[in-house]
């Protein structure tokens, strides 16, 4: 999108009559009932309180618009929220403007702890490309047939979550693109686990063996034995065991990865002792304060690498200029912030620390408006729940290792 264009709400905008101007320049019947129900105050009896417009500005002029509201054209009070007044003007259309305002409509609607959202059209094909499912015909209140779509919210974050989770290593590691999967490794730091491992998409594969073969011989090269996650489709492993074994791998299941995500309020009260600071750069002390003495010395150039990346925020507590707690998080391209562990430097531990710099990592995304922020559950799970996190899905784990 050009800078030039931005978002605006139009309810919450001062120059309303300026905008209404504009949508009435557009070609659409749709349009002038929209500007009808603006102009007659009758938005919240029609739509619903609290309807959002969203206008995509490109200066002073209108690309596109959407609405987000609690009611639509389908007479049906299980069926909320909904997206409607779809419309992009003609000099503007094959930007696919309106699939941004629809993902920033969702965006909206998941902030107020809505899973599902919902549109009517006679469209067949359009609402598909931005991840709505068709559900039925339904005749609406002018008593005309329209198309019922449906798109599952929670599924969005679970998909992005998972995604994320896939590419999380290309922050720091090494990595080759293969059709049926990525490969990832680290030639300086062959200890760590997250930086030497294969992550594989069963859709793709129509010869695990064949599959098996090619990872094994990749990190053979490297020197390094071949370890597999599990992918995200269950049981893939557990029904592919003779395969494993035939190509010389074990499988070893794990726990169930559990996902929390920010969605509640923080309790975290604690004194501010610690000056926290937010970094876009690497800070030496976190090693020399807290990796080194922890005997985490691996954890160094994966989170110096880290560190570096577009996306992320180093997140480190000072106690008298030394480093004594620090974390990072990354801003994804999938929609959401992950939350990396919480490490405290080992003679500091015990005092509260990480609670203080979780309850301001949280605050600080809040304030700053990430995407929908989550991290895994664990041993401190407790102290993530008091900040605000809540378990939602869980993610079958384990490995596949090779023993040849």
């Keep these: 999108m050009n800078d030039t264009k931005t978002i ?12 209404i101007d504009e949508i009435r320049k557009s070609d659409w019947r749709a349009a002038a009932l ?47 929220p909904w997206i409607g007044f779809v419309y992009t003007y003609p000099e503007y259309r094959g930007n696919r403007y309106s699939g941004l305002l629809i993902e920033h409509a969702v965006k909206e609607a998941r902030k107020y702890g809505k899973d599902k959202i919902y549109i009517c059209t006679g469209e067949i094909g359009l609402y598909e490309k931005y991840g709505f499912e068709y559900i039925e015909n339904r005749v609406d ?28 290593p290309k922050r720091f590691a090494s990595y080759e693109d293969k059709e049926y999967g990525i490969l990832f490794y680290m030639a300086d730091n062959k200890d760590s686990y997250d930086g030497n491992h294969a992550c594989i998409y069963p859709d793709r594969i129509t010869d695990l063996g064949a599959v ?31 395969t494993l074994k035939t190509h010389g791998y074990s499988y070893t299941a794990e726990d169930d990865h559990r996902v929390m995500l920010l969605t509640a309020e923080n309790s975290i009260v604690t004194p501010k002792r610690l000056d926290i600071r937010v970094l876009n750069r690497w800070d030496e002390r976190v090693a020399t304060d807290i990796l080194i003495p922890s005997g985490e010395p691996w954890e160094i150039e994966v989170t110096k690498k880290r560190a570096e990346k ?85 993610m079958e784990a384990g490995f596949a290792a090779n023993n040849t």
């Excluded at 500007?35 to 209108?62: C, F």
């Excluded at 209140?141 to 995604?163: A, F, H, S, T």
């Excluded at 098996?212 to 034995?225: M, P, Q, V």
């Design 8 to 19: 605006i709400e139009f309810f919450s905008n001062p120059d309303k009559q300026h905008w």
């Design 34 to 80: 929209l500007v009808e129900l603006i102009t007659e105050n009758k938005v919240e009896e029609t739509l619903g309180a609290g309807t959002k417009l969203y206008i995509l500005a490109d200066g002073e002029k209108a690309a596109a618009f959407v609405t987000l509201s609690e009611k639509d054209c389908i007479d049906d009070p299980t069926l909320t």
């Design 141 to 168: 209140v002018w008593g005309e047939d329209g198309r019922l779509y449906v798109r599952n919210i929670n599924k969005d974050i679970i998909n992005g979550i998972k995604q994320e989770e896939i590419d999380f």
């Design 212 to 242: 098996l073969d090619d990872i094994t011989e990749f990190y053979s090269r490297l020197g390094a034995n071949a370890s597999i996650y599990h992918p995200f489709e269950k049981d893939y492993f557990k029904n592919n065991l003779e």
């Design 310 to 394: 577009d996306g992320t925020y180093l997140f480190v507590g000072y106690l008298d200029g030394k480093a004594v707690v620090y974390s990072d998080i990354h801003k994804s391209e999938y929609g959401n912030t992950r939350f990396d562990y919480i490490v405290t430097a080992k003679e500091h531990r015990g005092n509260g620390y990480a609670s203080e710099l979780l309850s301001f990592m949280a605050e600080y995304c809040k304030e700053n408006e990430f995407p929908m922020c989550w991290q895994w559950a664990g041993p401190s799970e407790h102290i993530c729940y008091r900040a605000g996190f809540r378990e939602a899905f869980a």
